[in-house]
């Protein structure tokens, strides 16, 4: 059974940075197409960035657009995700999650992923 688990999430005011860290239990996520999710309260799950293992493509959301960056530490067996210029609506659970399907586009979709970890609260607030 993989077990993913994030890291990093915090309080930070708005306009400030925070990196958050997706790693594997045993093993590398070089294998995997990896998502970051995020899920405000009364809201649904919506997708906040995506790499594949194929092409390292990735995808985000527009609302994350030029602020968010979804890289690979293969290095250190994780995916980053590197959030800057950090709004009072990006607070939210964040979620990192993994799949094995070797995907030709990034994708969007909770649906598409088998593994999930349980989550890391970032609260955006002055």
């Known amino acids: 059974q993989v077990q993913l688990m994030e890291s990093g999430g915090g309080l930070v005011q708005p306009g400030g940075s925070l990196r958050l860290s997706c790693t594997a239990s045993?093993?590398?996520?070089?294998?995997?197409?990896v998502g970051w999710f995020r899920q405000a309260s009364g809201k649904e799950r919506e997708v906040v960035a995506c790499?594949?293992?194929?092409?390292?493509?990735?995808t985000y959301a527009d609302s994350v657009k030029g602020r968010f960056t979804i890289s690979r530490d293969n290095a250190q067996k994780t995916v980053i995700l590197q959030m800057n210029a950090l709004k009072p609506e990006d607070t939210a659970v964040y979620y990192c999650?993994?799949?094995?399907?070797?995907?030709?586009?990034?994708?969007?979709?909770?649906?598409?992923?088998?593994?999930w970890g349980r989550g890391t609260q970032v609260t955006v607030s002055s």
């Open positions: 999650a993994g799949d094995r399907t070797y995907y030709n586009e990034p994708q969007t979709d909770t649906r598409a992923f088998d593994y």
């Open positions: 045993g093993m590398s996520l070089e294998r995997y197409a």
């Open positions: 790499i594949i293992r194929s092409t390292g493509r990735t």
